[in-house]
Nanobody, 124 residues
Framework: QVQLVESGGGLVQAGGSLRLSCAASGRTFSRYAMGWFRQAPGNERKFVAA????????YYADSVKGRFTISRDNAKNTVYLQMNSLKPEDTAVYYC?????????????????WGQGTQVTVSS
């Protein structure tokens, strides 16, 4: 079992930056691969980034590659999403997710646990 809590969302001007955090609790946290997704009003939830707790390269959606960076700090049981060069189309509720599988990448259905989400709004 794992519980996830996102934080760090807010309002930012286009071109600015935000750093989202996802704090995880639960046993065997180190075995969970993690992902970030986002959902705008009236839209489906879409993949943003993923990272394996056991290793492997971070993976990003094409829309954020080169601008966003996913990272982890296992000592703090926390995964981060550094968002730079933000655009108005990045506006969404951002969700942290964990999978008990080895790796789920961009596959939404592969994730078992979800946070409550944090709002990111980018003004033009």
């Amino acid at each position: 079992q794992v519980q996830l809590v996102e934080s760090g969302g807010g309002l930012v001007q286009a071109g600015g930056s935000l750093r989202l955090s996802c704090a995880a609790s639960g046993r065997t946290f180190s075995r969970y691969a993690m992902g970030w997704f986002r959902q705008a009003p009236g839209n489906e939830r879409k993949f943003v980034a993923a990272i394996s707790w056991s290793g492997g390269n971070p993976y990003y959606a094409d829309s954020v590659k080169g601008r966003f960076t996913i990272s982890r700090d296992n000592a703090k049981n926390t995964v981060y999403l550094q968002m730079n060069s933000l655009k108005p189309e990045d506006t969404a509720v951002y969700y942290c997710a964990a999978t008990t599988k080895y790796y789920s990448g961009s596959y939404l259905g592969g994730y078992d646990y979800w946070g409550q989400g944090t709002q990111v709004t980018v003004s033009s």
